[in-house]
């Protein structure tokens, strides 16, 4: 077997029959996580751009999009809940870095209405697809986010769509392949659209072309079966000139959703973010108020694309080291009104960025899982407030209760739906595994809000 087949038979023997209970435990959390953060994420300004673009475009109704009122194609309502997912940067982070859910979920969202598949198998169809990322993450050489040319989840998410969309629609190996050979040439997104609206339609197109991919490969629609080692396919497109094939193909005996898993966010920004508004926070407790300070000097690892000194919108701050440090000493919380416009615009941030150095240290380890920050403020009685983190709430080897958990689900779900939506929505997501079409299909919509819209 070439790398391409070896690979797509390894992801067709994980079966619903195969999976773990641990497997299944972490799935149902992933998707509970997503479908929150998507909820609140329609209410942001680039879906709802998307959203009116959909519907002016017309198509048939065929799945629900979150929480916007409206029914579209089983890819377009991928499309559009991919960018809802993706919007806030509140979606789980994984080890090398990607956007495993985001990419994978709407897809299988999406085809759960049409496909009529129950919670086992759209639990299986998206372990399968982060399993997929997770291997071409590994593969690819590229771990830490200063490795990047390309936005990863535009690189590997399509792929995952389609591995996880392929399950769904029943294709064989074959077809599989040529599934997987369509999304390849789906791929690639730029890390210079960063901090723009760009960034969620990145993870948008990858489930909505993965999507596609299965489906059109389903009619007989054909690629290159081999489109990972091909000269000229994936490989040689988007990875390193050191990657590892092996890493594709290699047979683990724990799934990547387990080990290493995934870090839950609790600040909706950029990942690398959350060690610098850990540490201002903490500083934050240590004296009186922000108008004593004279400098703060944040020492990380090298990490351009988050020195961004003057963010000019509320989105940009999201991938700022400087914003979220001014954000969590002046408000002393981080949420996700801490990077809208307006407050982006305020003049006590302004004032105090003008105070801020980022200092990137190559004695820094920049992946994600060994990385550290220091935060030096210097007050102006010349005193030292210094702290460092070390290790993020939630991330890898750091779980923490349901609870906790929970305030952030609820806190995304219940700024769109009401208190007793919220609650019948929560406890039906804990039990995914347990549901079938009929009540997959009842679920979705009720999350699609589509009495306001007015569909049914």
Request: proline share 5%.
């Amino acid at each position: 077997m070439g790398i391409t087949e070896s690979f797509c038979h390894l992801l067709a023997e994980i079966t619903p029959a195969s999976l773990s209970a641990t497997a299944v435990a972490a799935a149902r959390r992933l998707i509970l996580d997503g479908v929150a953060v998507a909820v609140r994420g329609s209410r942001e300004a680039p879906p709802q751009i998307l959203a009116a673009h959909l519907r002016e475009l017309g198509a048939v109704k065929e799945a629900t999009a979150l929480a916007l009122g409206f029914r579209t194609s089983t890819a377009l309502a991928a499309y559009v809940n991919g960018a809802s997912m993706h919007v806030l940067d509140f979606e789980p982070m994984w080890n090398p870095p990607n956007h495993a859910l985001s990419t994978t979920l709407p897809a299988v969202l999406a085809l759960a209405e049409s496909t009529r598949a129950d919670g086992t198998d759209l639990i299986a169809a998206l372990i399968k697809g982060v399993e997929a990322q997770g291997r071409l993450r590994v593969a690819s050489g590229q771990f830490e986010p200063r490795e990047l040319v390309f936005h990863p989840p535009g690189v590997v998410g399509v792929i995952g769509s389609a591995i996880a969309s392929a399950h769904l629609l029943g294709l064989d190996e074959w077809e599989t392949r040529n599934a997987v050979g369509l999304a390849a040439s789906r791929s690639g997104t730029l890390i210079g659209n960063i901090g723009t609206m760009a960034k969620c339609t990145h993870c948008g197109l990858a489930a909505a072309g993965g999507v596609d991919s299965a489906m059109m490969a389903r009619r007989g629609f054909t690629a290159n079966a081999d489109i990972i080692e091909a000269p000229g396919g994936l490989a040689d497109a988007f990875f390193s000139d050191d990657w590892n094939p092996q890493a594709l193909i290699a047979r683990d005996t724990v799934l990547r959703i387990v080990e290493p898993g995934y870090a839950l966010k609790m600040f909706p920004s950029q990942y690398a973010t959350h060690f610098v508004i850990l540490a201002a926070l903490e500083a934050g407790r240590l004296f009186p108020s922000s108008r004593a300070i004279t400098q703060i000097r944040i020492i990380g690892p090298i990490m351009p694309y988050v020195d961004r000194p003057r963010p000019s919108s509320g989105l940009e701050g999201k991938f700022s080291f400087q914003y979220a440090a001014a954000c969590a000493l002046t408000d002393g919380k981080v949420t996700v009104e801490s990077f809208s416009d307006e407050r982006c615009a305020r003049p006590d941030v302004a004032a105090l960025l003008a105070k801020v150095q980022f200092v990137q240290s190559p004695e820094i380890p920049a992946s994600l899982d060994q990385m550290w920050v220091e935060f030096d403020v210097e007050l102006a009685n010349g005193e030292h407030v210094v702290t460092r983190c070390t290790k993020t709430k939630a991330s890898w080897g750091e779980p923490i209760a349901e609870d906790e958990h929970l305030v952030k689900v609820r806190d995304c779900i219940g700024a769109v739906f009401d208190a007793a939506t919220t609650e019948r929505c929560i406890t039906t997501l804990q039990r995914f595994d347990e549901l079938d079409s009929r009540d997959i299909r009842r679920l979705i919509r009720s999350l699609g809000n589509l009495d306001a819209g007015g569909e049914h």
